[in-house]
């Protein structure tokens, strides 16, 4: 699985568990001044399903994205830099001269008696 399923993975688990939460503070009967344990227990492990959600999302490329974000003069300098070094490549290329073919081999002539 690539690294974009798991961030879809972990968002759906986020989203189960936030929906099984909502669904016992909804049906539960209501406790004067009490939190049920299992409403505890979803909430904490909604938490650790957010930390899950953000560490996945910045280790695949979200710390990029807001370093681009704070940073955009640098960030536009870099894709000016690989856009002329493709440009350069391309031109580079072009200008090559093409390389010889290689030779057909023939094949031998046939024996003769």
Do not use: I, Y
Request: hydrophobic share 55%.
């Amino acid at each position: 699985m690539t690294a974009d399923g798991w961030v879809w993975v972990s968002l759906g688990l986020l989203l189960a568990l936030l929906g099984a939460r909502a669904w016992v503070v909804e049906t539960g009967h209501a406790t004067l001044g009490r939190t049920p344990v299992k409403v505890k227990v979803l909430t904490g492990a909604c938490g650790l399903a957010v930390a899950l959600v953000v560490g996945l999302v910045t280790a695949n490329g979200g710390a990029r994205l807001v370093w681009m974000v704070l940073h955009p003069v640098e960030a536009q300098a870099q894709q000016d830099a690989a856009k002329a070094a493709e440009r350069a490549a391309k031109a580079s290329a072009a200008l090559a001269p093409p390389a010889a073919p290689a030779p057909t081999p023939t094949a031998p002539a046939p024996p003769t008696r």
